[in-house]
């Protein structure tokens, strides 16, 4: 897809933060050997099981992922150097001295690395407290600043005012990462509304991203790029009232949602009938099905030439080509030599609505 040139080791442009799903894992699985080594996922994980596991050992020999058990009980299943796997620890400012010396062990098992991860909602103390905590961090996990990547964690921004909002935090932080010598330092946020269950059905709906904006806003910092995926940043908040076939398409602005609910016939035609639409849509890449695994999927869907599947698969196949997408979008024109260029009418807003949930649940069309 995207080629690392002269030989050289990539480095990472392209830090997205993923749940711990069979979904998300098997749409990093899927990428190809020039990919890999430009991603630094990291992957939150909310239950630790032996598929998870599994999973995590069967990416790419050139993709190390980040793995965060923040959310985890802080148990010796939750210890990331007894999973067996490689990997890299994301660190927290506000973890205990049991977990942080855990995780000085794994990151000396696999490089000597760990990702710090700094959350704009909750981490809100001054800088002298911060670079306190980042200090006890280090001095536990015996690491240095140049053996960390910080990640500024913006969480949720789904609207113009979350963006408002997010921009002077993430700008504060970065004044104050310059102190020290971080190995990098990215942003990352999640665009996706918290819920979609209330879009329209049987037509694709565009919904900004918002996440892309706040970065774009932030050009001049220099911070590398992250976001959540076609996920939003609220584990769990689609709730399980919406099981309709969707799926989450990526362009440069925005996504394009598709839920179809079409009655009659079987399920495998009504899905068929989606990606029919989707695959004769505007913002369909020239490239086509060799954009991205999860694009040949959805065409061959289009012709009739496998099953629906299920709503981890939809959500595979919506994480491989959002995540090609952004590589296409952030590597320099002359390194992306896979995707092939997007149609200058990507966003036409003449194919289906304009519109994304409000707060409230409302939906906002364009006139």
């Known amino acids: 897809?995207?080629?690392?040139?002269?030989?050289?080791?990539?480095?990472?442009?392209?830090?997205?933060?993923?749940?711990?799903?069979?979904?998300?894992?098997?749409?990093?699985?899927?990428?190809?050997?020039?990919?890999?080594?430009?991603?630094?996922?990291?992957?939150?994980?909310?239950?630790?099981?032996?598929?998870?596991?599994?999973?995590?050992?069967?990416?790419?020999?050139?993709?190390?992922?980040?793995?965060?058990?923040?959310a985890l009980p802080d148990s010796p299943e939750s210890e990331l150097v007894r999973w067996g796997v490689p990997l890299v620890p994301v660190i927290g400012l506000?973890?205990?001295?049991?977990?942080?010396?855990?995780?000085?062990?794994?990151?000396?098992?696999?490089?000597?690395?760990?990702?710090?991860?700094?959350?704009?909602?909750?981490?809100r103390d001054g800088p002298d407290a911060t670079t306190a905590a980042v200090e006890r961090v280090w001095r536990l996990t015996r690491l240095v600043p140049e053996q960390c990547d910080l990640l500024v964690d913006a969480g949720d921004v789904c609207c113009p005012a979350d963006v408002r909002l997010a921009e002077p935090r993430v700008r504060r932080l970065a004044e104050w990462a310059r102190r020290h010598a971080w190995r990098s330092v990215s942003v990352a946020a999640g665009g996706m509304p918290p819920t979609l269950a209330r879009l329209p059905t049987d037509e694709p709906?565009?919904?900004?991203?918002?996440?892309?904006?706040?970065?774009?806003?932030?050009?001049?910092?220099?911070?590398?790029?992250?976001?959540?995926?076609?996920?939003?940043?609220?584990?769990?908040?689609?709730?399980?009232?919406?099981?309709?076939?969707?799926?989450?398409?990526?362009?440069?602005?925005?996504?394009?949602?598709?839920?179809?609910?079409?009655?009659?016939?079987?399920?495998?035609?009504?899905?068929?009938?989606?990606?029919?639409?989707?695959?004769?849509?505007?913002?369909?890449?020239?490239?086509?099905?060799?954009?991205?695994?999860?694009?040949?999927?959805?065409?061959r869907r289009a012709r009739r030439g496998a099953?629906?599947?299920?709503?981890?698969?939809?959500?595979?196949?919506s994480t491989s080509h959002h995540l090609a997408h952004v590589l296409a979008t952030l590597l320099p024109p002359e390194r992306d030599q896979g995707g092939g260029p997007w149609r200058t009418d990507q966003d036409g807003p003449e194919r289906g609505r304009a519109g994304r949930p409000q707060r409230g649940g409302e939906t906002r069309r364009a006139g």
């Open 1 to 70: 897809m995207v080629p690392a040139h002269g030989g050289r080791a990539a480095e990472p442009v392209y830090r997205p933060v993923l749940a711990g799903r069979r979904g998300e894992l098997e749409a990093l699985a899927h990428l190809d050997d020039a990919s890999a080594p430009l991603l630094a996922p990291v992957i939150d994980v909310h239950a630790v099981d032996p598929c998870t596991v599994d999973l995590l050992g069967r990416l790419p020999a050139g993709l190390l992922p980040a793995v965060d058990v923040s």
């Open 94 to 123: 506000a973890e205990g001295n049991r977990r942080l010396l855990a995780h000085g062990a794994a990151a000396r098992a696999y490089g000597r690395r760990a990702v710090v991860r700094l959350r704009t909602g909750q981490d």
């Open 205 to 299: 709906v565009r919904v900004d991203r918002f996440d892309w904006q706040l970065w774009q806003r932030l050009a001049d910092l220099g911070l590398g790029y992250g976001d959540y995926g076609v996920d939003c940043a609220m584990p769990g908040a689609d709730g399980p009232g919406d099981r309709l076939p969707m799926l989450r398409y990526t362009t440069t602005g925005a996504w394009w949602v598709y839920r179809w609910s079409r009655r009659g016939g079987r399920g495998d035609d009504r899905f068929a009938d989606l990606c029919r639409t989707l695959v004769a849509a505007p913002h369909w890449p020239v490239a086509g099905a060799t954009f991205s695994w999860g694009d040949h999927e959805i065409l």
């Open 307 to 317: 099953g629906a599947g299920s709503s981890a698969n939809w959500i595979a196949w």
